[in-house]
């Protein structure tokens, strides 16, 4: 039995060479726009070049009201041909060529400082490249979804180095001084992340540190990627506040972590604690049955959302008394906490819903794990910490003011209160 195969007179897939959806959505007003901003871009360039030789071109004299300007001596030499891509898609632009005559009795080529040599791309283009890559897509989709704007000129690689071009502005974030900052309360916590470390997928922890202003608005002042969440990782990000100027805070919320307790002891004894009420809850659920998990959870929401600091110590005090004898490991873990999980209630009680927990980071987290799922795993740590902060810095995530911000400048710290008493 004899089978014939048949092959394609094209080499290329039929895939390829199939018309796409938006092949013939042909706009002339969008044509229109591309063949103006071209023009536009070839008279700026023109006239910058007039400007330093004060003559128009193909003028051999001054132009008129210039005459007592002094101009570059130098002479035109034709033009080259530039691809250029914005936000207004990739065009064409005729670059005007001169050679200007130095003191050395030498001459050198003028250089366009509106069109930097080699530049491909705006920078407002690199932006949008930027933004579509933060809102949560990998380099490859970016180079899909822009597609139709860009005509293809946009490459993953391409999407790399403008990624690589955000690392100066993150560079001078670092070193910032924080010396006008007028923090009056931190919230501090971890995340942790998948990164690629020595060709291997690798959890880290990110350090992050979010102040509040007097006013209120929540601020980033720290990420760092430290590897883990000791005592020295923690110290070190501290130590770096402090040496850029950062002020003695007024209040701290964390999350609970040993090392970042004895940090803290360390570079700011005496200033109250609160310890994230939602942390300790799951600490709670940890160390029972689930068949007990609704029950605990309706008795320790009844203690913390109480109303006033007696109420709190009252339903503490039962609290504890009933889970002691229904199941000591959960009472135990609740006074393991302490005072510094009601630290919250020398505050307004304005302040309370702001001040119980790190959900400020919380939120934070949650967003920016939303947004790299689709990335899996991050090329690096220091990506990871960048990213972090490039969602915050371009206005992808907002933060608000806090809770009970009224009363932040104005309303002076209570004295503790002995709620085991």
């Not at 290329?12 to 726009?33: H, M, S």
């Not at 071009?165 to 923090?183: Q, T, Y």
């Not at 920016?368 to 799922?373: P, S, T």
Request: aromatic fraction near 6%; hydrophobic fraction near 40%; proline fraction near 4%.
């Amino acid at each position: 039995m004899t089978s014939i195969i048949t092959k394609p007179d094209s080499p290329q897939p039929e895939a390829e060479t199939a018309p796409q959806l938006f092949d013939d959505w042909f706009d002339p007003i969008e044509a229109a726009v591309r063949d103006r901003a071209r023009q536009f871009i070839e008279e700026l360039i023109r006239g910058e070049l007039d400007a330093v030789l004060a003559r128009p071109r193909y003028g051999r004299s001054k132009a008129a009201g210039e005459e007592e300007r002094a101009g570059v001596a130098g002479h035109r030499h034709g033009s080259r041909r530039r691809s250029l891509t914005g936000t207004f898609g990739p065009i064409e632009v005729a670059v005007p060529r001169a050679r200007l005559n130095t003191a050395e009795g030498k001459t050198s080529e003028w250089k366009s400082q509106a069109l930097r040599a080699y530049q491909r791309r705006t920078l407002a283009a690199d932006a949008l490249i930027a933004s579509t890559y933060l809102a949560g897509t990998n380099t490859r989709r970016v180079r899909r979804a822009l597609a139709a704007l860009f005509g293809g000129a946009v490459g993953k690689d391409t999407v790399s180095r403008t990624w690589r071009k955000v690392k100066s502005d993150w560079d001078a974030w670092n070193a910032r001084s924080l010396a006008d900052e007028p923090i009056v309360r931190l919230v501090l916590d971890g995340t942790v992340v998948r990164v690629r470390l020595d060709r291997k997928a690798t959890s880290i922890s990110l350090l992050v540190i979010i102040g509040v202003r007097a006013d209120g608005q929540k601020v980033l002042l720290a990420i760092r990627s430290m590897g883990g969440e000791s005592a020295e990782a923690w110290r070190t990000v501290l130590d770096d506040l402090i040496r850029r100027g950062l002020r003695r805070p007024e209040f701290l919320i964390v999350d609970g972590a040993g090392g970042l307790d004895k940090a803290i002891a360390a570079v700011w004894d005496g200033v109250p604690v609160q310890r994230c009420t939602v942390h300790k809850h799951r600490n709670l659920l940890a160390h029972a049955p689930e068949r007990l998990h609704e029950e605990i959870t309706a008795d320790y929401n009844d203690m913390i959302y109480a109303t006033t600091p007696d109420e709190i110590a009252t339903r503490r005090k039962a609290f504890i008394r009933k889970w002691r004898l229904k199941h000591r490991v959960v009472a135990d873990s609740l006074e393991e906490a302490g005072e510094r999980l009601f630290t919250f209630t020398r505050l307004p009680p304005s302040q309370w819903k702001s001040a119980r927990t790190t959900n400020a980071i919380e939120r934070l987290h949650e967003e920016f794990k939303r947004r790299i799922k689709t990335q899996t795993v991050l090329p690096s740590a220091d990506t990871a910490a960048m990213l972090f902060w490039a969602l915050l810095a371009s206005g992808q995530i907002n933060m608000r003011k806090v809770d009970g911000w009224q009363t932040l400048a104005t309303a002076p710290i209570a004295q503790p209160i002995d709620l085991a008493a």
